[in-house]
């Protein structure tokens, strides 16, 4: 069998060969002051808004970049996780990567402010990574663009972990914001974000995309998670060991979409 590769077709796959290599040549690891700075910055009572506010000229000379690195625990299924949690997010974009407990912080990677890489050679592999979009304003609002997992490191509790911190420890604690709101037009991921207080509730606050099938996260709001419903929406799984075992959360098919 002979495969004949159009010129077209070869150009497309060399400029996306030379994007991902100049991403990786691009990305650099932590330096001993940022892991510092950033371990910090995670025991402080600053909030994400002090980074996020400051005058254009001021963010034009000095580009905000809010990074923290420290320890994070997780159970699941009755057993206690331990974790190395990083978040790095510029003045909108963002994103939560979890690593072993046990990684080298110099070897965890970026690609620039709010983009985890962990393609360079030696660097620290995430389990999950968590992406998020800041939308600034009187009513500031969260939008949960997505959550990867790698095939292999499935139904082990770390996109839990990485959704738990980012709404228990990120939002509640360290921003301004009370609102979440993520697209699940996916009907897989519906048990996933209800099972931590997602309601498919219209919010007044948020402009949703055309098309999409938004659930919101309220801080503060009580809510008593209905699980037999929840399975029903995720494409009427009768239990939670069923729904797991139909999804495959990996860097294509994400948690969000």
């Known amino acids: ?38 371990n910090q910055l995670a025991k402080s009572s600053s909030k994400f808004e002090d980074f996020t506010q ?8 000095n580009p905000p970049h809010w990074l923290t690195v420290e320890e994070y625990n997780f159970p699941y299924k009755e057993k206690e996780q331990s974790f190395c949690i990083a978040n790095s997010a510029g003045p909108h974009h963002g994103e939560i990567a979890l690593y072993p407990g046990t990684c080298i912080k110099q070897f965890i990677s970026l690609t620039y402010p709010g983009s985890f890489n962990d393609l360079p050679k030696y660097s620290e592999k995430y389990f999950s990574c968590l992406r998020y979009t800041y939308i600034s304003g009187e009513n500031s609002y969260f939008i949960l663009e997505k959550v990867d997992t790698g095939e292999k490191y499935g139904e082990r509790g770390y996109s839990q972990a990485c959704l738990k911190y980012f709404l228990d420890e990120f939002v509640s604690k360290r921003t301004q914001a009370t609102i979440v709101v993520t697209d699940c037009r996916a009907s897989d991921c519906r048990y996933f974000f209800q099972k931590y207080g997602f309601q498919k509730v219209i919010h007044p606050q948020v402009i949703y995309a055309q098309g999409s099938s938004p659930y919101n996260w309220v801080k503060g709001r009580e809510f008593k998670f209905d699980a037999t419903q929840a399975l029903k929406d995720a494409n009427g799984h009768d239990n939670e060991e069923d729904y797991l075992s139909d999804i495959v959360f990996s860097d294509s098919d994400d948690e969000s979409q």
């Open 54 to 61: 400051s005058s254009s000229e001021e963010k034009a000379k």
């Open 1 to 38: 069998m002979v495969l004949i590769m159009s010129k077209v077709n070869f150009l497309k796959s060399a400029a996306v060969l030379v994007a991902l290599v100049s991403s990786n040549l691009n990305a650099s690891f932590l330096t001993s002051e940022e892991i510092k700075t950033a």
